[in-house]
């Protein structure tokens, strides 16, 4: 099976989840929402289009339905055989009068009550993981659908620890309500209607207030335990984002000799987190010795009762074992009820940023019913464009231009006048706010932005690759496409020879974020991989702008290949890369300053011809100054003239 296929079908599984998800209200530990946050998650539990993983549940439920059974039935051979030892058959059955037969049924019941609770968790293993994997993939694909105002604003160590600790904390919210929760509250009714049955409503009462005392306190107890946790989780979020942030940031770090620094910020936030952590198991053991109290109190009060009436003459040794066995029973469920509180809640507060990122709005969406690009050309239009990312800063104000199809056109100006926003808008990474930008008479936000992205391609200023191979950065722009189509793609780019001379070829690791390569060397990586893609709109956004001059020429050469007989797009800072366009557009605070050809431009003496002269004394004044330095190679001393 294809990555292509399995990734389809993957999707299809996703989707009722998906659906689902779409609805789900942002969680809240505070809020008491554990019934909300069941309710979302049951669709995972019990998935419409896995009739194997609802056979699972059926038959985990059956099999803590026996074990819950067994074990309120193995006291009664444990009571059983401490009459038979003191010489008490008068009320035991035949065949059960040997002492031996007893302990040997008491030990067999608590056997079978393990198997079963074991068969349960095997049972019900895949139909938890199952739910934690679509979880996981939903959120996922939700981040990729964010828009990019989003991520800019995110830290990514944050975010991956939200992701984390969301993934952790389902899976304890489905593995103790469902898996635990259930089975608990089963037993403690069926304990509690034996004890009423075989010791009368004194007993029953005292059990009573015991479990009332008990629930009480642990929900007291943990509600106030939450606020530790949240503030230990934000503290390991805020360290693990600096960590991260500082590792990615390596060579600067190195760079200004700051790793004393960032050392001290991390340590900050451990610090803190060290202070909750510390509060939070501190306030675990008071928790758990409060628990224990009233367990012990309430055991106390039964088996003072039954002693009295074992003097009394009105019960059996065996039924004062069976009291205390029946009490100890059911201090198991007791602790499972704190337990079980304990984990929903901590998961509800470890996944509560999780659910916050489900609820994120997407920003960018499809219209309903929106198809794909129809008879992809490449004629681009921008129409009285009008754009902001923040309603008191425009960036664009009026923005009109077309780029025929196959055709280049560049647009050039300072920094800051709007040229890298264009790319954005045609991307649809953002939406405008006035005006229009068609693909053949298209609006961008009438199809679907998957078809448009895959209509364009783009080489970037900043390419970064994955840290995977070579080859499998290449075929990114292509996943279906052969070893010889990348070998290709990497011809036109001029980089295969670069490649078959590496040690490992094009198995070799470009490592984080492409950082084994050089600048020249992943811009070619880039080039390729658009080449492979083959869009019918490509968009050279600063391409070269990082380079040196030398390098760049090169890379110019394999980017006007490139670019034949395809729209394109050239976002340039270096004047020197756009004077073959077919158009140049020059802006200027957001708006068209000029436009046309290279020739006419520098006629018309405006913003390009003074860009142009600056540029070209800086050029000049490099190439005086890499000759001198040859020069000086060379062992030439170059004098000045006498005094």
């Not at 999707?11 to 998800?21: F, L, R, S, V, W």
């Not at 990114?476 to 780019?493: C, F, H, L, T, V």
């Not at 968009?539 to 007989?565: G, P, Y």
């Amino acid at each position: 099976m294809t990555d292509r296929t399995a990734s389809a079908r993957d999707g299809e599984n996703a989707k009722p989840a998906a659906k689902a998800a779409q609805t789900q209200k942002a969680v809240s530990a505070d809020e008491g929402t554990t019934y909300q946050t069941l309710v979302n998650l049951w669709p995972y539990i019990w998935p419409e289009n896995r009739p194997d993983l609802k056979a699972r549940v059926l038959l985990a439920i059956f099999a803590l339905v026996i074990a819950k059974i067994v074990t309120v039935l193995s006291p009664y051979f444990f009571a059983w055989a401490s009459d038979a030892l003191t010489g008490e058959t008068s009320n035991l059955p035949a065949f059960l009068v040997a002492p031996v037969m007893l302990v040997l049924a008491y030990n067999v019941a608590r056997v079978l009550a393990v198997a079963f609770n074991q068969l349960r968790d095997a049972l019900f293993a895949q139909v938890g993981q199952h739910a934690v994997r679509q979880l996981a993939i939903i959120t996922f694909r939700h981040l990729h659908r964010l828009s990019l105002r989003f991520h800019l604003a995110r830290r990514t160590g944050g975010l991956s620890r939200v992701i984390e600790r969301g993934v952790k904390g389902i899976e304890a919210i489905v593995r103790f309500t469902i898996l635990n929760g259930i089975p608990t509250i089963l037993e403690f009714a069926i304990m509690a209607a034996v004890i009423s049955i075989q010791f009368g409503m004194s007993y029953l009462t005292i059990v009573a207030i015991m479990i009332v005392a008990y629930v009480w306190f642990t929900i007291k107890a943990s509600n106030w335990r939450i606020a530790i946790r949240r503030e230990m989780n934000q503290s390991d979020t805020e360290a693990n984002s600096k960590a991260i942030d500082s590792l990615l940031n390596f060579e600067t770090v190195k760079y200004f000799g700051n790793e004393n620094m960032e050392a001290a910020r991390f340590d900050v936030s451990m610090e803190r987190y060290e202070a909750a952590a510390t509060r939070t198991w501190t306030s675990l053991a008071w928790l758990n010795f409060g628990q224990t109290v009233i367990l012990g109190v309430g055991m106390a009060a039964c088996m003072v009762l039954s002693a009295q009436a074992v003097m009394a003459g009105e019960q059996t040794i065996g039924e004062f074992v069976l009291i205390n066995a029946l009490l100890m029973q059911i201090s198991i469920p007791l602790n499972f009820i704190g337990f079980i509180y304990r984990e929903i809640r901590q998961g509800l507060a470890d996944i509560e940023s999780m659910f916050d990122l489900l609820g994120a709005p997407t920003e960018i969406e499809d219209k309903p019913g929106a198809g794909p690009l129809r008879a992809v050309e490449g004629r681009i239009e921008f129409r009285d464009v009008h754009f902001h990312y923040d309603a008191d800063r425009k960036i664009l104000k009026g923005i009109d231009f077309d780029v025929p199809a196959g055709k280049t056109i560049a647009i050039v100006g300072p920094s800051g006048a709007g040229k890298s926003t264009i790319s954005r808008l045609l991307f649809r990474f953002y939406d405008v706010t006035g005006g229009a930008v068609t693909i053949d008479g298209q609006d961008v936000r009438d199809v679907t932005q998957e078809s448009v992205r895959m209509a364009i391609g783009m080489v970037p200023q900043d390419t970064v690759l994955f840290n995977d191979t070579i080859a499998y950065n290449i075929r990114y722009g292509r996943p279906d496409a052969s070893d010889e189509e990348i070998r290709q793609a990497a011809r036109m780019a001029q980089i295969h020879e670069f490649i078959e001379g590496l040690p490992q070829g094009y198995d070799t690791e470009v490592g984080e974020r492409g950082l084994k390569l050089s600048g020249g060397e992943k811009q070619r990586v880039a080039i390729a991989r658009t080449i492979l893609k083959s869009p019918p709109i490509l968009i050279l956004d600063e391409a070269t702008s990082a380079l040196d001059t030398h390098t760049e020429r090169e890379i110019q050469t394999a980017l006007d290949q490139v670019s034949k007989n395809r729209t394109t797009l050239v976002i340039a800072h270096r004047l020197s890369t756009v004077v073959n366009a077919d158009k140049i557009i020059v802006l200027e605070a957001g708006r068209i300053a000029e436009c046309g050809t290279h020739s006419g431009l520098l006629e018309a003496n405006g913003l390009y011809a003074s860009m142009w002269a600056r540029q070209r004394e800086a050029s000049e004044a490099e190439e005086r100054l890499r000759a001198a330095q040859e020069a000086d190679d060379m062992g030439i001393v170059t004098r000045g003239p006498k005094a």
